[in-house]
């Protein structure tokens, strides 16, 4: 039987008083070993995993990471059959998509932000954008729009029919004695906080990191997640690794959690012990309304890193999550790593 880290700790807390003990004992491994293999290595949350082949294939042709991975991304910030990013992601508390981004270059330190993007479906490009042609890092809302606009960005309706109709079914069930009708169909109103994050070692070493998200479903208008957060949506430092989250984005921001990840690389933890450290981080910072009697967090939050030898890693609250590698091997699913086992999620 493998022991998760909880179940460890808790069996081995007098042992580990006194001792240095190696995670690798404790934790269950995933295949995140097969990130021993030599950069170039492209990892992105598990829907990047289009994203991360095209990344790769940019980046053995010597292309630049940042460009690779904003081309992955794009992949599905311009399907609308994602509703978690870019066009078709789904809207906030008014109906209207609301997108947040941001990236960093490692081998030029600079970094890009955009939030409360509405009516341009590649905030990715729209935050590069801003890194490349200001002297700013994050630009905002309406005026973000603006300058995307004049930067040549072109608009369209991203609220996709599907998410329209997600829209209407959550609207109508929010209170059964308001001006709306109930929308009874079979259909499951989606909650979501989906996202993409993808991040990316070529051959010399070069890291460069993204995040891209429509943000949480129904959202109260303005309200700015994770993704767009240099240090907690992602983060990347060219002497060390790049790390990046998708899930619950409130939960993170308060650990800043992507720049916990490089930071606890710097001291020289393995990608995986890293982002075990920021999710006990997070579920230490979380306040009590969302976590169960027994300490479990009632949301989802996903991190992943790579590192500048190219070791990599997915950590989850939860067993059972995947994230996309490519590397010498081809793009493939890789299980993360977990703080707790499946059967102790609990049930809202
Ligand atoms: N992690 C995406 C969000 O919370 O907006």
């Known amino acids: 039987m493998t022991l ?8 081995s807390s007098s042992l580990a008083a006194g001792l240095a003990i190696s995670p690798s004992v404790a934790f269950p491994r995933a295949s995140t070993t097969g990130g021993a293999a030599a950069p170039p290595v492209v990892i992105a949350s598990a829907n990047g995993i289009r994203g991360v082949k095209v990344a790769y294939d940019q980046i053995v042709r010597g292309e630049d990471t940042l460009d690779a991975i904003i081309a992955g991304v794009n992949i599905q910030e311009l399907d609308p059959e994602d509703q978690s990013v870019g066009l078709g992601g789904l809207p906030n508390a008014d109906g209207v998509v609301q997108l947040d981004a941001s990236c960093m270059h490692g081998p030029t330190r600079r970094a890009g932000s955009v939030a409360c993007l509405e009516d341009i479906a590649t905030p990715s490009l729209v935050a590069k954008a801003i890194m490349d042609y200001t002297d700013h890092i994050m630009l905002v809302g309406s005026d973000a729009r603006k300058f995307a606009l004049a930067m040549g960005f072109k608009t369209q309706n991203l609220l996709t029919e599907k998410s329209r109709q997600d829209w209407l079914r959550w609207k109508s069930k929010l209170n059964a004695n308001d001006a709306w009708l109930d929308h009874d169909d079979p259909v499951r109103i989606k909650f979501t906080t989906g996202t993409i994050n993808m991040n990316a070692v070529n051959a010399a070493g070069d890291l460069s990191s993204v995040t891209t998200t429509s943000g949480m479903s129904w959202k109260v208008p303005g309200r700015v997640g994770d993704s767009p957060i240099i240090g907690a949506g992602q983060y990347c430092d060219n002497t060390i690794g790049a790390a990046g989250s998708t899930g619950r984005g409130e939960a993170n921001i308060k650990v800043c959690g992507a720049f916990l990840a490089v930071e606890q690389m710097r001291l020289g933890k393995t990608p995986e012990q890293a982002l075990l450290h920021v999710v006990e981080r997070v579920i230490a910072m ?5 976590l169960s009697d027994r300490g479990r967090p009632l949301f989802d939050l996903d991190f992943y890193a790579v590192r500048k030898d190219g070791t990599f890693a997915g950590v989850s609250c ?8 490519c590397d010498a091997a081809g793009p493939r699913l890789v299980t993360s790593a977990y703080l707790y086992r499946r059967s102790e999620r609990p049930t809202r």
């Open 286 to 290: 979380t306040e009590k309304r969302l």
């Open 318 to 325: 939860y067993e059972g999550s995947q994230f996309a590698v």
């Open 4 to 11: 998760s880290r909880r179940d460890f700790v808790a069996t």
